[in-house]
C-alpha cells in the first residue's frame, strides 16, 4: 500500500507542474524515481506472487477435494447389486450449491475407476433419484438440508461426502475438515455397514477419525 | 444456539487493486522529450505488467498437473486456500455478521476479547483504563452498555445487576476460541432480551482440536501480559479433553495528571472442556472455569456526611471471583432433526462500589427441523433463574438487598425457500417472561435475496426490547454531594420499581458483494426508532434541618427519551497479491435523542448523542512473507467524543509473527505505535476516571508439544 500509494503520487506530480520549465527537470527526475520504485514493486511483486509460491504446494481447496473423491471411488466396494453389470459408469453427484464450481468435470469427470467411467451429475434439490448417485457429496451451504438428503438415500448404497462438522453424526459415510489449511476426513463406519459400502483398510488407516462399528468387528 | 452457519476461513477474497493503481500518469505531451518518452513507456509498461500480475485470477500459482496422479499421503499435505468459503456462508444470513477466525485471532497479536473486537467494522470498542472496556454497537456505549449481548458457548455473560459484561473476567486463552460471530443490530429473536444493538458469540474449540501440551508466555512493557499454560489429550471411549491454567498481572496506568490510576489487576483461571460422541448420532460438550484475581480502583466521591461533604477519596482493592459450568448436549436424528440441550450454572462474586454475589442458572432447549425442502424451522424454549446476594457498598447499594428472579421464554423462527437458491425469508418471534415487566415480545422479518454467485442482497424488520436491571430498579445511595450558594445539597439515587423495557424496532438492509475473486465488500445501513429509554428525571428539593439544614435531591431512572438513530457499515477485503490481503472498513453512525416534555432529565441526550463515534475507519493489511513471516498492520481512526472531551484518535497496531515447524510460534507485538497515551473513554455516567492507555510492545512464546 505504502509503496503504491508512493508510486501513484510522484507520477502525479508532473501533472501539476508542467508549465513550468524550471520545474521540468525536477518532474523527469521524478518520473525516473518514479519508474524505478514501480520495476522494483513488479519484482517484488512477481516474487510475492510466483517464486515463493511455487516453492510451497498450495491449491484450490476443491480442486484437490475432488481429488480425494477420485481416491475415495477406488477405495470403497459397492455391493455387487448397487452397480448393474452393463451399466459402465460410476455416477458421482453433488446437492444443491456446487462449491466445485466446474472443477469436478474438470478433475476427475471421464476417469476409469475399476473399467467404470466416473460421470458428474448435480442436482439442485432433494429427490429419489438421488438414489441413483453411488457417491453423493453435500456441502457446507446445503446444511440445513442435510437431514432431509440423508434420509432421501438411506439405505441405499450411496457413499455420503460431506464437509460439515456435524455431517458424521448425522448419518453421513465420509466428511471432509480442514486442519491447519490441509484437508482430512473421517468416516463413519456404522453409516458405511448401513450403505453396505466395504471400506477399504488403507481409507481406514489414512482417516483422522473412525468412528462407530462394523457388527462384531473394529 | 446460534443459527448462523459456521464461518471459516480467512477472506481470500480480493482486489480492487484496479482502481488503487490505475496510474492516471498522462503527461501533456509538449513537455516529452525522448527521454520522457521512454521512460514513460517504461513506465506504461511496468503498469501493465503488474496489472496483468495483479488482475489475471489464473496468474495465482496452482500445482499444476493431474491432482487425481498423487497418493492420498501426497494430497493431504497439499496446503488448501479456501477462497470463496466464508463468502459463500456469510451469503446465507441475511443481517450485518461478521466473523473474527482463527487466523484473524493469530494475526491481531490482542491479548483479550475486546481488543480483538477492535477488528469489526462498527463496534464501539473503547478501553477505560486498565481492567475496564466500553464495547457496544450502533451508539450507546458505556462502561456497562446495556444493548449489546455477550455470549460464551451458548451461555450469556451479561450480568443483569448492571446490564453489561465484566470484560475483564470474561476472558479464556485465546488460542482456545474457535471463532467470534458479531452481529450488529437487533438478534431478540433468536437471542433474548437485551440483543438490541448487537450479539458477540464467542465459539470454543472442539477439544479434539486442541489436544497436546501448548505454553503461551508473553513478555513485555509495561505489563505482563497473559502466560497460560494448555493439556489436551483423549478420554476413553470416544472423546478428548483439554484443560487450562491462565494468569495475567496488569500494572497500573497513568491519570491524565500524570499520577497513578491505580487500576492495576491480576487474575488467575483455571478451566477444562471435554467433548465425547456418546453415540454416532449424540455428542455430549461439557465445560467450566474458575478464576480469582483482584483489581484496583479509585473511588472518590463527595458524600452527605459531617463535616459536609465528606469526601471519600479511596484507593481500594476489589477482589473478584466466580466460575461456572456448562454442558450441552446435541442430538441428531435420521430424519434430520437436531435437538439441543444446554444447561449452564454460574457464579460471581465482585466486591466494587456494590459488594455482589451472583448464581444463575439455565436451561435451554432447541430443536431444528426441516419440513420438506423448503422450509427451516428452529424452535426452542429455556428458563433462567437468579439470585443475587448484596451488601452496603461504599455510597450505593440495592434495595432489596437479595433478590431472586426468573425468566420464561420460548421462540420459533421459520426459514422458507421462496426460491430455492435465490430468495429467502425467515419469520420469528421471541416471548420471554421477566420478573419485572413481565411479558414482552421480539419478532423478526428477514428477507435474503441471492441475485446471482456475487451478489447478496437482505432486508429485516426486527423488535427487541432491553428489560430492567438492578441499577434501574433497586439502586439507591447517595453518590454525590456539594454545596449551592452556601446551603449543602445532598444527591439522592432511588431506583424505580416501575422501570420498563427499553425498545427498539430496527430497520437493516445490505448488501455482499464479490467485485471479482479478490475483492469483496459488505454493507449495511440501519435505521433504528427506540423508544422508553433511560432518563434521569429529578423531583423537586426538599429543605431539612436534620443532622443539619440541608437540601435533598431525589432523583430516579425514568423512561421519558425516544429516538432515533441511523448509519452504514462498510467492511471491504481486497486481496492485492496472493499473500498480502487489505481490509478497509467504515462505519457512520448519528444518533438522534429526543426527551418527552414530562422529562426533566438535562443530561441523557447529550450524554448519549456525545458519547458516539461519528465516523469510524480501520485499516488492516496482512502480508505473508516467505521463511514462515507474517506480518500484520492495523490502524484505526475514531471520532471524538463530544460529551466526554474524548479528542479523535488514531490507534496503529503491529505485529509480527515466525513459525517454526509445528512447534514454535513467536510474536512481536506493538500497540497504540502513534502516541505515547491517550484516552479512549470517559464514561460520562461512571466514577471511574479514565486512564492513559499507552504504547506498549511484548512479545510472546507458544510453545506446543
Known amino acids: 500500500m505504502v509503496l503504491k500509494e508512493t508510486g501513484r503520487k510522484q507520477i502525479t506530480v508532473p501533472r501539476v507542474g508542467d508549465a513550468s520549465a524550471a520545474r521540468t527537470g525536477f518532474n523527469r527526475r521524478r518520473v525516473a524515481n518514479a519508474c524505478r520504485l514501480l520495476l522494483a514493486m513488479i519484482c517484488c511483486a512477481n516474487f510475492l506472487n510466483t517464486q515463493l509460491l511455487h516453492a510451497q504446494s498450495q491449491d484450490d481447496e476443491y480442486r484437490v477435494k475432488a481429488a480425494f473423491l477420485y481416491h475415495f471411488a477406488q477405495l470403497v466396494e459397492w455391493p455387487p447389486d448397487a452397480l448393474k453389470p452393463n451399466d459402465r459408469q460410476l455416477l458421482l453427484c453433488t446437492l444443491g450449491e456446487d462449491p466445485f464450481q466446474g472443477k469436478l468435470e474438470s478433475t476427475i469427470e471421464g476417469k476409469l475407476v475399476e473399467n467404470r467411467t466416473l460421470r458428474v451429475r448435480h442436482f439442485a434439490s432433494v429427490s429419489s433419484d438421488l438414489r441413483g448417485c453411488q457417491i453423493l457429496f453435500i456441502g457446507h451451504d446445503e446444511s440445513k438440508h442435510l437431514g432431509v438428503a440423508l434420509a432421501a438415500v438411506q439405505n441405499s448404497a450411496v457413499m455420503t461426502v460431506g464437509e460439515t462438522d456435524s455431517f458424521l453424526a448425522q448419518g453421513g459415510v465420509i466428511s471432509f475438515s480442514l486442519h491447519e489449511a490441509r484437508i482430512r476426513f473421517e468416516i463413519n463406519l456404522t453409516a458405511a455397514e448401513k450403505s453396505h459400502l466395504k471400506i477399504s483398510s488403507r481409507l481406514l488407516l489414512l482417516a483422522s477419525r473412525v468412528i462407530g462399528n462394523i457388527s462384531g468387528e473394529r | ?705
Not at chain 2, 340 to 352: A, G, W
Open chain 2, 1 to 705: 444456539m446460534n443459527n448462523y452457519p459456521e464461518i471459516q476461513a480467512s477472506v481470500a477474497l480480493a482486489a480492487a487493486n484496479c482502481k488503487l493503481i490505475e496510474p492516471n500518469c498522462r503527461i501533456p505531451k509538449r513537455s516529452l522529450n525522448s527521454a520522457m518518452v521512454i521512460r514513460h513507456a517504461v513506465s506504461w509498461i511496468a503498469f501493465s505488467v503488474l496489472l496483468l500480475n495483479l488482475t489475471t485470477p489464473s496468474a495465482s500459482p496452482q500445482s499444476s498437473g493431474d491432482l487425481t496422479q498423487r497418493s492420498l499421503e501426497d494430497l493431504m499435505n497439499i496446503d488448501v486456500t479456501s477462497a470463496s468459503k466464508k463468502e459463500q456462508k456469510i451469503s446465507q444470513v441475511a443481517g450485518a455478521i461478521f466473523v473474527i477466525t482463527q487466523e484473524d485471532i493469530r494475526r491481531s497479536g490482542a491479548t483479550n476479547i475486546p481488543d480483538l473486537l477492535r477488528m469489526v467494522p462498527g463496534l464501539e470498542v473503547a478501553q477505560t483504563n486498565a481492567h475496564t472496556w466500553a464495547v457496544s454497537a450502533r451508539g450507546f456505549n458505556g462502561e456497562f452498555s446495556n444493548k449489546l449481548l455477550v455470549m460464551l458457548d451458548g451461555r450469556s455473560v451479561y450480568t443483569p445487576t448492571f446490564s453489561g459484561v465484566y470484560w475483564n473476567v470474561f476472558d479464556l486463552p485465546m488460542e482456545e476460541i474457535e471463532r467470534i460471530e458479531v452481529i450488529r443490530g437487533p438478534g431478540g429473536t433468536a437471542w433474548g432480551a437485551n440483543a438490541v444493538n448487537g450479539v458477540i458469540n464467542v465459539i470454543s474449540k472442539d477439544a479434539d482440536e486442541t489436544q497436546g501440551l501448548s505454553v503461551v508466555a508473553d513478555s513485555g512493557l509495561p505489563g505482563q501480559g497473559p502466560n497460560s499454560v494448555a493439556y489436551g489429550g483423549t478420554l476413553a471411549g470416544h472423546g478428548h479433553y483439554r484443560s487450562f491454567i491462565k494468569y495475567l498481572d496488569e500494572n497500573h496506568l497513568t491519570l491524565s495528571n500524570g499520577g497513578p490510576a491505580v487500576d492495576q489487576w491480576h487474575v488467575l483461571r483455571g478451566g477444562f472442556r471435554g467433548d465425547v460422541n456418546i453415540s454416532p448420532s449424540s455428542h455430549l460438550m461439557v465445560q467450566g472455569d474458575m478464576y480469582a484475581g483482584r483489581q484496583g480502583n479509585n473511588l472518590s466521591t463527595n458524600y452527605f456526611g459531617l463535616p459536609f461533604p465528606a469526601v471519600l477519596n479511596a484507593r481500594v482493592e476489589s477482589s473478584l471471583g466466580g466460575g461456572y459450568l456448562q454442558s450441552e448436549w446435541k442430538h441428531f436424528s435420521s430424519t434430520g432433526m437436531e435437538a439441543t440441550v444446554h444447561l449452564s450454572y454460574d457464579r460471581y462474586r465482585r466486591t466494587e462500589v456494590i459488594r455482589e454475589t451472583r448464581d444463575t442458572f439455565n436451561a435451554d432447549f432447541q430443536n431444528h427441523l426441516a419440513i420438506g425442502p423448503r422450509q427451516d424451522i428452529v424452535w426452542g424454549f429455556g428458563y433462567r433463574y437468579s439470585t443475587s446476594v448484596s451488601d452496603q457498598g461504599i455510597s450505593v447499594y440495592l434495595t432489596p438487598a437479595d433478590l431472586n428472579t426468573q425468566l420464561f421464554s420460548a421462540f420459533a423462527q421459520d426459514e422458507i425457500q421462496v426460491v430455492p437458491n435465490h430468495l429467502s425469508l425467515t419469520a420469528g418471534a421471541k416471548l420471554e417472561h421477566n420478573y419485572y415487566t413481565g411479558f414482552g415480545v421480539m419478532p423478526n422479518l428477514r428477507a435474503n435475496w441471492k441475485m446471482n454467485d456475487h451478489r447478496t442482497a437482505w432486508a429485516a424488520i426486527s423488535r427487541a426490547i432491553r428489560t430492567p436491571s438492578s441499577i434501574d430498579t433497586a439502586i439507591a445511595g447517595n453518590p454525590g454531594s456539594f454545596v449551592q450558594s452556601g446551603i449543602p445539597v445532598s444527591v439522592l439515587l432511588v431506583g424505580n420499581p416501575a422501570f420498563k423495557d427499553e425498545t427498539v424496532v430496527d430497520y437493516e438492509a445490505g448488501s455482499r458483494t464479490a467485485i471479482s475473486d479478490r475483492c469483496s465488500m459488505d454493507l449495511a445501513l440501519f435505521f433504528n426508532t427506540y423508544d422508553n429509554l433511560r432518563t434521569l428525571e429529578t423531583a423537586a428539593p426538599v429543605f431539612s434541618t436534620t443532622p443539619y439544614p440541608h437540601v435533598t435531591s431525589t432523583s430516579h431512572y425514568g423512561n421519558e427519551m425516544h429516538g432515533e438513530t441511523h448509519g452504514l457499515e462498510l467492511a471491504t477485503n481486497l486481496k492485492i497479491v496472493d499473500r498480502w490481503t487489505l481490509s478497509p472498513g467504515y462505519a457512520l453512525e448519528l444518533l438522534h435523542m429526543h426527551l418527552y416534555p414530562v422529562s426533566t432529565d438535562t443530561t441523557s441526550v447529550a450524554s448519549l448523542q456525545g458519547s458516539a463515534p461519528r465516523n469510524q475507519a480501520q485499516l488492516r493489511s496482512h502480508l505473508e512473507l516467505p521463511h514462515q513471516l507474517t506480518w500484520d498492520v492495523s490502524g484505526a481512526f475514531v471520532d471524538r467524543l463530544h460529551a466526554q472531551s474524548i479528542p479523535s484518535y488514531t490507534r496503529l497496531d503491529s505485529q509480527l509473527g515466525w513459525r517454526h515447524g509445528t512447534h514454535l510460534q513467536l510474536n512481536l507485538v506493538g500497540q497504540n505505535l502513534l502516541h505515547n497515551q491517550h484516552n479512549e473513554f470517559a464514561d460520562p455516567n461512571e466514577d471511574v476516571a479514565p486512564s492513559q492507555i499507552k504504547r506498549s510492545a511484548f512479545a510472546r512464546m507458544t510453545v506446543w508439544f
